[in-house]
C-alpha cells in the first residue's frame, strides 16, 4: 500500500497501547503558468503578468507616445486631404508621403513595444492573452463611428502578427 504513492511520516501510541501509522499522499500539483495580458485600448497597450493564484505581479502600459504622434500626423493629414482635394498636387504629394511616414513609425514602434512584451516575463511559465477593443465609439448606443485617431484599430492587427512571430522564433 504505500508503493503507491502514500508516505507514512508520523507514528503514534493510542491510550490502550495500539500503534497508529498517519498515512499520507503526496500529490504533486501541475505547475499551473503565469499569465501575460496585453490589453489593446484606444490610446495605449496595457500589459499585466498574473501569478496562477490571481495576483499581479506587473502592469504596464506602453505605446502612448504613438497616441500623441499619430493626433499630430492626423491633423496634418486632415489639412492636406483638403488642400489636396482642391486641387494642389504639392498636398497630394505631401498627403502620400506622410501617410507611407505613419505606417513606418506606427510598426516601427509596436516592433519595440512587441520586444519589451516579450523580453518582460520569465520564458518557461508563459500564457499570452490578447485582448482587443471593439473600435466602435460608443458601444450600447449602436454607433459605428470610429474613435478620433483610435491607434488600436490598424495597430491591433499589427501587434497580433508581431506578438505571434516573436514567440514563434523565440520559442516561447
Same mark, same amino acid.
Given at each position: 500500500?504505500?508503493?503507491?504513492?502514500? $508516505?507514512?511520516?508520523?507514528?503514534?501510541?493510542?491510550?490502550?497501547?495500539?500503534? *497508529? $501509522?498517519?498515512?499520507? %499522499?503526496?500529490?504533486?500539483?501541475?505547475?499551473? #503558468? +503565469?499569465?501575460?495580458?496585453?490589453? =489593446?485600448?484606444?490610446?495605449?497597450?496595457?500589459?499585466? *503578468?498574473? $501569478?496562477?493564484?490571481? %495576483? *499581479?505581479? %506587473?502592469?504596464?502600459?506602453?505605446?502612448?507616445?504613438?497616441? =500623441?504622434?499619430?493626433?499630430?500626423?492626423?491633423?496634418?493629414?486632415?489639412?492636406?486631404?483638403?488642400?489636396?482635394?482642391?486641387?494642389?498636387?504639392?498636398?497630394?504629394?505631401?498627403? /502620400?508621403?506622410? %501617410? $507611407?511616414?505613419?505606417? +513606418?513609425? *506606427? #510598426?516601427? #514602434?509596436?516592433?519595440?513595444?512587441?520586444?519589451?512584451?516579450?523580453?518582460?516575463?520569465?520564458?518557461? !511559465?508563459? !500564457?499570452?492573452? @490578447?485582448?482587443?477593443?471593439?473600435?466602435?465609439?460608443? /458601444?450600447?448606443?449602436?454607433?459605428? #463611428?470610429?474613435?478620433?485617431?483610435?491607434?488600436?484599430?490598424?495597430?491591433?492587427?499589427? @501587434?497580433?502578427?508581431?506578438?505571434?512571430?516573436?514567440?514563434?522564433?523565440?520559442?516561447?
Amino acid at each position: 500500500m504505500i508503493n503507491t504513492g502514500w $508516505a507514512c511520516k508520523t507514528y503514534g501510541l493510542t491510550s490502550d497501547g495500539q500503534i *497508529v $501509522a498517519f498515512l499520507s %499522499k503526496e500529490q504533486v500539483a501541475a505547475g499551473r #503558468r +503565469n499569465v501575460l495580458g496585453v490589453d =489593446v485600448n484606444s490610446k495605449c497597450f496595457a500589459v499585466s *503578468v498574473l $501569478a496562477p493564484g490571481g %495576483k *499581479v505581479l %506587473k502592469q504596464l502600459y506602453y505605446g502612448k507616445d504613438i497616441w =500623441v504622434r499619430r493626433k499630430r500626423i492626423m491633423s496634418r493629414r486632415d489639412r492636406l486631404q483638403g488642400l489636396a482635394d482642391r486641387g494642389s498636387h504639392r498636398a497630394k504629394r505631401s498627403f /502620400e508621403r506622410l %501617410k $507611407a511616414r505613419e505606417g +513606418n513609425f *506606427v #510598426r516601427n #514602434r509596436i516592433g519595440e513595444v512587441v520586444r519589451d512584451i516579450t523580453d518582460l516575463p520569465p520564458n518557461s !511559465t508563459l !500564457t499570452l492573452r @490578447l485582448k482587443a477593443s471593439s473600435g466602435s465609439a460608443r /458601444e450600447g448606443e449602436g454607433s459605428t #463611428r470610429k474613435f478620433f485617431g483610435c491607434p488600436s484599430l490598424w495597430s491591433e492587427g499589427t @501587434l497580433r502578427i508581431g506578438l505571434s512571430t516573436r514567440i514563434s522564433s523565440s520559442g516561447l
